[in-house]
């Protein structure tokens, strides 16, 4: 198709798009599929009646009946969800160039504000955050339009050190990257990039190298002492605002602005852009929201010291891959028409240092590449953390009804006619940065962004496309940003857990994207959305497929069609399709077979532990019994699990209950499949009617089998611990105990 220009012919476009090729097949091909679900739902419904009408019928064999429904009505429930994606994707192109070209002619550069998010500084070391916000200070853009928001909800000093240390270094570094036209501007990236050949990046080089040194050096004794590192007095009094009695869930408000555009100039005499670094207040007595608390602090501390409509909200553990990002997304939000109605350009989260198949799925090529681009052909994308360029003006009401802060200093309309150190300035950033400010406003309700999920990010972009804002992916051949990911099993579980939680939040909310989303933006959106929402309901088939039916099984109840029978060409059809259209989807995304192989080993082991103690946490809170937490992600590296994880090793190692239920599942299913084999020799008519079963146990074997290893064939410190197999050994002889007496009577 055509490429369609978003903007009358008269201007240069500053962006297009087209749909892909692949719509119109995976249009038909929905069709195709939801009939034969239709068929295989009314075969289930029709059976479970005879069975139940059935005198005879035992209580046993109607739960599992009963059982193998509810996974067929979650598989089929969770495939509609989503067929929105694949309804209309796009592709789009920008034009930075033509937009220059328009601001120069008729404009201004919009003010920039970038919100930067640390909280831990020990699993996120103050120097990979003082190179995410030097790759974006150092923009490809009028630096006094620039202003780099730090947020440490770590509360710590070892990060307001590294800042003071950055804030120098960052004289030197500007211009560096101005004059040699860099595009890696994170000094991390470009020096281990073997960027080493000038005189001028020697010393650079050797000046970074020093600054790295100092930092990782306090970091290490874990207190700020060393008196000679410390050269002005106004560091030494910001440093001691750190009293006794501070902690980082109990301390004051600290404010420090490190740089200010108005005064401070880089060594060749060109404007720094703002770089101001704040601790918000933090006590005991009034909650704090985690991320999206933290959000909300600097978009109201921001309003008060530079209030720039745009905002780019930035995790530490990104950096900036582009210096001409903003000009992209300014693409969007400039362009005449149907700009004001954008709420956000999200860019997708890239990733550096994944192995060559990505052994845990780190891409997320789903969530972070293959469903935006169907919903960017809808109403707009999810929101996904961090890369993401906001219009201010978004966070306040709906397109048409704006709403008002209860400051007029927060409006997005207000003008900042102080300077950004002044005595009033600071006082109001205090004052709005304050533990309890929010009591009482709209803060985190209608304005800014929203409480009430773990997924703040999901969440927000959810309710303002719900209030009527649209949405952009920008996914350009050079990615944005690239980020850091976790590069053990146990974190990147973790963290799919925290998100599976953050999910079902807002499924069981008032705001449950089947109703509120639908009705809000209609029947594809609301499917987008609860696509996600719904996400840890896979545990459901995947628990019943991988223990309830194998115990079954063994017991001698067979669950599935026999080969003769046409219900089998079903299954068959289902499984095929299924598989073929995600394989589609992955290697039209530049992906590999293996990569997809892993993708779809690790959507199987996150069924049975992300997904299953996800919604096992969030019942106990419902229930009252547990309060949920963000366990913020550990990104420290430890060398030994380095190299296991670039040799593609699975890393267990530690005792933890996902394991448990992993190694269940892989012990159940190869017993599974010797009990069929043997009833194969013994029996062979029994082929047909066993075929199914163990086709599944087979490929549950063979995704399993980094878990045999683990298990059984390793030594080294990554393997599966002997408690963890003690323990799921045990858990399994109780199952199978249970599943043996529930069906003595079937048995025959
Ligand atoms: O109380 C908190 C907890 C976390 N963070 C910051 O939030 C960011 C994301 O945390 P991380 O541990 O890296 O979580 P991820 O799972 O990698 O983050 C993904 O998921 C989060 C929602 O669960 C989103 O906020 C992120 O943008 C998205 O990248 C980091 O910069 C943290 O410093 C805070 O500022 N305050
Ligand atoms: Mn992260």
């Not at 090529?365 to 169907?374: A, L, T, Y």
Request: overall charge neutral.
């Amino acid at each position: 198709m055509a490429p369609t220009p978003n903007l009358s012919t008269s201007t240069p476009p500053l962006h297009t798009f087209h749909v892909h090729r692949r719509a119109v097949p995976y249009r038909i091909f929905a069709v195709v599929y939801f009939s034969a679900i239709l068929v295989l739902l009314y075969h289930h419904i029709y059976k479970l009646f005879t069975n139940l009408l059935h005198p005879t019928t035992s209580f046993s064999l109607v739960f599992l009946h009963l059982s193998v429904v509810l996974a067929d009505a979650i598989f089929a429930f969770m495939w509609t969800t989503t067929q929105a994606f694949r309804m209309r994707p796009i592709q789009r192109r920008t034009f930075p160039d033509n937009l220059v070209k328009m601001l120069d002619k008729s404009g201004e550069y919009p003010g920039l504000d970038v919100f930067i998010f640390t909280a831990d500084p020990y699993k996120e070391p103050p120097m990979s955050v003082v190179n995410t916000a030097l790759s974006v200070m150092a923009y490809e853009y009028p630096t006094d339009k620039n202003s780099v928001y730090i947020s440490d909800d770590g509360g710590s000093k070892l990060t307001l050190f590294a800042f003071m240390e950055a804030a120098r270094f960052a004289r030197h570094w500007l211009p560096f990257c101005r004059e040699k036209r860099l595009v890696e501007r994170s000094p991390d990236a470009y020096f281990s990039n073997n960027n080493c050949c000038s005189s001028k990046d020697e010393e650079m080089k050797t000046m970074y190298e020093a600054m790295k040194g100092r930092v990782e050096n306090m970091v290490e004794r874990g207190e700020v002492m060393n008196e000679e590192y410390l050269t002005s007095k106004h560091d030494r009094d910001a440093l001691n605002k750190w009293k006794l009695g501070f902690t980082h869930q109990d301390h004051p408000t600290i404010i420090e602005v490190l740089l200010d555009n108005g005064e401070d100039k880089d060594i060749t005499g060109y404007k720094m852009p703002n770089l101001v670094y704040i601790a918000r207040e933090k006590s005991k007595s009034s909650a704090h929201h985690f991320k999206a608390g933290a959000l909300n602090v600097l978009t109201r501390v921001s309003a008060t010291m530079t209030n720039a409509p745009v905002i780019l909200t930035l995790d530490c553990d990104m950096h900036s891959n582009d210096p001409i990002t903003p000009l992209r997304t300014l693409c969007f939000l400039l362009e005449p028409i149907m700009g004001l109605e954008v709420a956000y350009v999200q860019f997708p989260q890239h990733f550096r240092g994944i192995n060559k198949n990505d052994t845990y799925a780190n891409e997320i090529k789903r969530s972070f590449r293959v469903d935006p681009i169907g919903m960017d052909g809808l109403q707009g994308t999810c929101y996904l953390g961090t890369g993401c360029f906001f219009r201010r003006r978004s966070l306040f009401g709906s397109p048409l009804s704006q709403l008002f802060a209860e400051r007029r200093e927060l409006n997005p309309e207000h003008v900042v006619d102080k300077n950004i150190k002044s005595k009033e300035v600071l006082s109001m950033a205090h004052l709005v940065a304050s533990s309890n400010y929010e009591d009482g406003t709209n803060w985190g309700s209608k304005i800014g962004f929203r409480y009430g999920s773990l997924v703040e990010d999901y969440y927000t972009g959810y309710k303002l496309q719900c209030e009527g804002w649209k949405s952009v992916f920008c996914d350009p051949e050079r990615p944005a940003f690239l980020g850091d990911i976790p590069i053990n099993l146990h974190d990147v579980l973790s963290q799919n857990k925290r998100w599976a939680i953050g999910h079902l939040e807002v499924a069981f909310s008032k705001y449950c994207p089947l109703m509120y989303g639908v009705n809000s933006m209609g029947i594809l959106m609301g499917l987008a959305y609860a696509r996600y929402a719904f996400e840890a309901f896979w545990s459901i088939p995947f628990t019943i497929y991988a223990f309830l039916i194998p115990l079954a099984f063994i017991n001698g109840v067979s669950t599935f069609p026999e080969v003769t029978n046409p219900l089998f060409y079903l299954y068959v059809f289902f499984f095929v399709g299924a598989y073929a259209q995600d394989l589609t989807d992955f290697l039209l995304t530049n992906g590999t077979i293996m990569q997809w192989w892993s993708d779809q080993r690790m959507w199987l082991i996150r069924g049975l532990t992300s997904y299953l103690f996800g919604s096992i946490d969030c019942s106990f809170q419902k229930l009252g019994i547990s309060a949920l937490g963000f366990n913020v992600t550990n990104k420290v590296v430890d060398d030994e699990q380095s190299k296991r994880y670039e040799q593609g090793t699975f890393e267990f190692g530690i005792t933890s209950p996902f394991f448990v239920t992993l190694t269940m599942a892989a012990i159940i299913n190869l017993i599974t499949f010797v009990v069929g084999v043997v009833r194969v020799v013994l029996f062979p008519e029994k082929f047909g009617e066993m075929f199914v079963q163990m086709f599944i146990s087979g490929f549950v074997i063979v995704n399993c089998w980094p878990i045999y290893e683990g298990i059984a064939l390793r030594v080294d410190k990554g393997r599966m611990p002997t408690k963890t197999i003690t323990i799921s050994l045990l858990l399994l002889g109780i199952l199978h105990c249970v599943t043996f007496f529930s069906l003595t009577h079937v048995r025959h």
